[in-house]
C-alpha cells in the first residue's frame, strides 16, 4: 500500500509539472498567439503558456514596411534590414536568455512572424507554415544576437510551426543568411 501510494505522488508530481518546465520538440502559432522559451542545452525548447501576442509599434512600423514592398520572386537569401531613417522606432530590449515569437495577422491579408532573441548568441530554427490548408517549410532568417527579427508573408497563414531552434556561429558585420 505504501508503494501505491509513492506511485501515485509521484505521478500526481509530474501531471502538475507546469508548462513553463516542459520541453517541447515544436511551437504551434495560430495569428494573435506569442511564446516565450528557452533554448536548453540539449536543444530542447521549454515554452511558457500560450500568451496574446501584442502589437509593439516597432512592430507596426516594420509591418507597415514590409507589407509595402514589392513581393520577391524567390525566397531572398539575405535579410533586409529596416529602414534606418527615423520612421522606425526603436525596438523594446528582449527579455535576456529568453526568446520570444509573435505571430500577427495584417488586416488578414499578410502574415507577420516577429522573433525577439534575448541570447548573446545568434539563432536559426526551421518554420513550417499552413497556408489554405496545406502545411510546408517556409524560409526565415537567422536572428541577431540581442536583436528582433521580422518575417513577412504577402499573404495570410492559418498556422506556423517553430522548431529546431539553435545557436550558430555569427559576428558583426556578418550577412544575416536565410534559408
Not at 68 to 94: F, S
Not at 107 to 127: C, F, K, P, Q, T
Amino acid at each position: 500500500m505504501v508503494r501505491f501510494a509513492l506511485l501515485l505522488v509521484a505521478s500526481l508530481l509530474v501531471a502538475a509539472t507546469p508548462a513553463r518546465a516542459q520541453a517541447q520538440a515544436a511551437i504551434i502559432l495560430e495569428p494573435g498567439d506569442a511564446y516565450s522559451f528557452r533554448v536548453e542545452t540539449d536543444g530542447t525548447m521549454s515554452a511558457g503558456p500560450r500568451e496574446t501576442a501584442d502589437w509593439a509599434p516597432i512592430d507596426v512600423a516594420a509591418a507597415r514596411h514590409l507589407s509595402g514592398l514589392p513581393i520577391p520572386e524567390r525566397a531572398v537569401p539575405y535579410g533586409t534590414p529596416l529602414p534606418d531613417n527615423g520612421t522606425i522606432p526603436a525596438a523594446p530590449p528582449p527579455r535576456p536568455g529568453m526568446i520570444r515569437v509573435k505571430f500577427l495577422s495584417i488586416a488578414g491579408r499578410h502574415s507577420l512572424l516577429v522573433v525577439e532573441n534575448g541570447y548573446d548568441r545568434a539563432i536559426v530554427y526551421r518554420a513550417r507554415m499552413t497556408r489554405d490548408g496545406q502545411t510546408r517549410p517556409t524560409d526565415v532568417c537567422l536572428i541577431m544576437p540581442g536583436q528582433h527579427g521580422f518575417e513577412h508573408w504577402p499573404h495570410p497563414i492559418e498556422r506556423l510551426e517553430i522548431s529546431d531552434v539553435r545557436f550558430v556561429p555569427w559576428r558583426e558585420g556578418d550577412p544575416q543568411p536565410c534559408a
